[in-house]
Nanobody, 125 residues
Framework: QVQLVESGGGLVQAGGSLRLSCTAS????????MGWHRQAPGKQREMVAG???????VYGDSVKGRFTVSNDNAKNAVYLQMNSLKPEDTAVYYC???????????????????WGQGTLVTVSS
């Protein structure tokens, strides 16, 4: 089964830091880009940060200067360092992989997007 597994969420006070990690299962051969989205209660899912396999990054306006995305292509992993956290950063954070190639029983399949199950980040004031 194809999986992206997030970790690192939790409860932190405003001004604090957290580091999220996301690792793809071993049958994910490659992805053009990986990144993070988030969804707060009652709100639509929004893009937080993304990084291409070549290292180009993009950030949502609300997190620029506070969050840093990085990756490890060898592990098909992506990380999100979150600093100066604010209560409005409270959300479920989802990892995604864009244009992924997955190999199952010797057969390779292209996926436009893969998503993890999410990890909850709660920032208290």
């Amino acid at each position: 089964q194809v999986q992206l597994v997030e970790s690192g969420g939790g409860l932190v006070q405003a001004g604090g830091s957290l580091r999220l990690s996301c690792t793809a299962s071993t049958n994910v051969i490659s992805a053009n880009a990986m990144g993070w989205h988030r969804q707060a209660p009652g709100k639509q899912r929004e893009m937080v940060a993304g990084i291409t396999s070549g290292g180009m990054t993009v950030y949502g306006d609300s997190v620029k200067g506070r969050f840093t995305v990085s990756n490890d292509n060898a592990k098909n992993a992506v990380y999100l360092q979150m600093n100066s956290l604010k209560p409005e950063d409270t959300a479920v954070y989802y990892c995604n992989a864009v244009r992924a190639v997955v190999e199952t029983k010797g057969v390779r399949t292209d996926y436009d997007e893969l998503w993890g199950q999410g990890t909850l980040v709660t920032v208290s004031s």
